[in-house]
């Protein structure tokens, strides 16, 4: 939790300076930026909505959204170093049993936290808490959760409980912080390592994509499953790059977009606009994702 704390905090700076960026730069059509503005730049672009700095309509769009990003990673940040964002965890999900008390009126089975009628409800649509439901919009139908959040919307103060599914403690076997070891850290750079593969099995990325579900912290910034994974969150920034509303954009309410978002920004040895580690100085050169 601490390491994510470290995390947060760089990621509620990194988007103040990259709307700073845009912001200062909305006159500007031929903006001079350091290699390390580049790189935010760069990864906003590829995971938020793409501009040319001579189209000020674009970098309005953009603007707008990495307005709406800023107050997310704020609430974040916030909530866990000021120590005001209050979670219930379970470490798997035996305490999950289906309600007993639903009238035989209603058709639906509902999960629920045994002997806590205050708690959360989830319709059963699979066979456990932990199982994807087939035909899940976001993808990975059937298979397993890493985990599960929940809010418990007709209890007061409308409290989260996370839930850690079955074989999620053997997946988190690094930490983002391990890149920055020395030797790590040169060893990344030059094979340019994949983004995906740096954050996907550590805590910092499962506890930033499922804290954003937390209705009751984020409010109406609380993070959807739209699209998991680098692949399909970039394809999701490109297919939703026209939408003018940043209310409406789907990737500013992707859970998973976020994540990548400050994790990737975290790691400031690498420019990650092709979604590989490139050395901040010479991505400018190399063709964008």
């Given at each position: 939790?601490?390491?994510?704390?470290?995390?947060a905090?760089?990621?509620q700076?990194?988007?103040q300076?990259?709307?700073?960026?845009?912001?200062?730069?909305?006159?500007?059509?031929?903006?001079?930026?350091?290699?390390q503005?580049?790189?935010?730049?760069?990864?906003?672009?590829?995971?938020?909505?793409?501009f040319?700095?001579?189209?000020?309509?674009a970098?309005?769009?953009v603007?707008?959204?990495?307005?709406?990003?800023?107050?997310?990673?704020?609430?974040?940040?916030?909530?866990l170093?000021?120590?005001?964002?209050?979670?219930?965890f379970?470490?798997?999900?035996?305490?999950?049993?289906?309600?007993?008390?639903?009238?035989?009126?209603?058709?639906?089975?509902?999960?629920?936290?045994k002997?806590?009628?205050?708690?959360?409800?989830k319709?059963?649509?699979?066979?456990?808490?932990?199982?994807?439901?087939?035909?899940?919009?976001?993808?990975?139908?059937?298979?397993q959760a890493?985990a599960?959040?929940?809010?418990?919307?007709?209890?007061q103060?409308?409290?989260?409980?996370?839930?850690?599914?079955?074989?999620?403690?053997?997946?988190?076997?690094?930490?983002?912080?391990?890149?920055?070891?020395?030797?790590?850290?040169?060893?990344?750079?030059k094979?340019g390592?994949?983004?995906?593969?740096?954050?996907?099995?550590?805590?910092?990325?499962?506890?930033a994509?499922?804290?954003?579900?937390?209705?009751?912290?984020?409010?109406?910034?609380?993070?959807?499953?739209?699209?998991?994974?680098w692949?399909?969150?970039?394809?999701?920034?490109?297919?939703?790059?026209?939408?003018?509303?940043a209310?409406?954009?789907?990737?500013?309410?992707?859970?998973?977009?976020?994540?990548y978002?400050?994790?990737?920004?975290?790691?400031?040895?690498?420019?990650?606009?092709?979604?590989?580690?490139?050395?901040?100085?010479?991505?400018?050169?190399?063709?964008?994702?």
């Amino acid at each position: 939790m601490e390491q994510l704390k470290v995390v947060a905090n760089y990621g509620q700076q990194a988007t103040q300076m990259t709307l700073d960026l845009i912001n200062n730069n909305m006159n500007n059509n031929n903006p001079t930026l350091h290699a390390q503005q580049r790189r935010m730049i760069d990864l906003f672009m590829v995971l938020y909505g793409s501009f040319r700095w001579d189209d000020v309509a674009a970098k309005t769009r953009v603007r707008d959204r990495a307005v709406r990003v800023n107050q997310l990673a704020a609430i974040f940040a916030n909530g866990l170093i000021q120590n005001t964002a209050y979670w219930n965890f379970f470490c798997d999900e035996s305490e999950w049993v289906l309600d007993p008390n639903v009238p035989s009126t209603v058709k639906q089975e509902f999960w629920m936290i045994k002997d806590l009628p205050a708690g959360p409800r989830k319709q059963k649509v699979s066979a456990s808490l932990c199982t994807i439901p087939r035909g899940y919009k976001a993808g990975f139908g059937g298979g397993q959760a890493g985990a599960v959040t929940l809010t418990a919307k007709h209890t007061q103060g409308n409290p989260n409980w996370i839930t850690f599914c079955a074989g999620v403690w053997s997946q988190l076997k690094f930490q983002t912080k391990i890149w920055y070891q020395p030797a790590n850290k040169a060893a990344v750079v030059k094979n340019g390592d994949f983004l995906y593969h740096m954050i996907h099995n550590t805590p910092e990325r499962l506890l930033a994509h499922e804290f954003t579900h937390g209705q009751s912290q984020f409010g109406a910034y609380y993070g959807r499953d739209i699209k998991y994974g680098w692949v399909d969150i970039v394809q999701l920034a490109k297919d939703d790059n026209a939408q003018t509303d940043a209310t409406k954009s789907q990737t500013v309410s992707n859970a998973d977009t976020f994540t990548y978002w400050i994790n990737g920004v975290y790691l400031e040895m690498c420019n990650f606009r092709s979604g590989r580690c490139e050395v901040p100085d010479q991505a400018a050169n190399t063709p964008q994702n």
